[in-house]
């Protein structure tokens, strides 16, 4: 069974950055289009962001301009840069395919934006 692992996640003040990576082990990463998630405390997990096989990137409006996702084909790796954070970021980030799949979802890395 697959398990994507998810790592770069922390306390980071408001505006800060953090660049979160995922490793895919185990599938043939390149064919999938891959996302990143989100899920705060007593909300419902989300996408984020996405990205296709071929590079196309897509954000929900609230990221747009702060967050971006990039993956590298030869590595089987995602990554999410974020900039400019705010505590309506802090939640457990997930990376999944695209759309997920319930044998991916991995421990997730928790990201905190406090001062």
Same mark, same amino acid.
């Given at each position: ?7 770069? !996640?922390?306390?980071?003040?408001? =505006? =800060?950055?953090? /660049? ?5 082990? =185990?599938?043939? %990463? ?7 998630? /989100?899920?705060?405390? !007593?909300?419902? /997990? ?9 590079? =196309? ?7 747009? !301009?702060? %967050?971006?996702?990039? /993956?590298? @084909?030869?590595? @089987? ?8 954070? @705010? ?29």
């Amino acid at each position: 069974q697959v398990k994507l692992v998810e790592s770069g !996640g922390g306390l980071v003040q408001p =505006g =800060g950055s953090l /660049r979160l990576s995922c490793v895919v082990p =185990g599938i043939t %990463f390149r064919i999938y289009e891959m996302g990143w998630y /989100r899920q705060a405390p !007593g909300k419902q /997990r989300e996408l984020v962001a996405s990205v296709t096989s071929g590079g =196309g990137t897509g954000y929900i409006d609230s990221v747009k !301009g702060r %967050f971006t996702i990039s /993956r590298d @084909n030869d590595k @089987n790796t995602v990554h999410l840069q974020m900039n400019s954070l @705010n505590a309506e970021d802090t939640a457990i980030y997930y990376c999944n395919t695209y759309p997920w799949s319930a044998a991916y979802w991995g421990p997730g890395t928790q990201v905190t934006v406090s001062s």
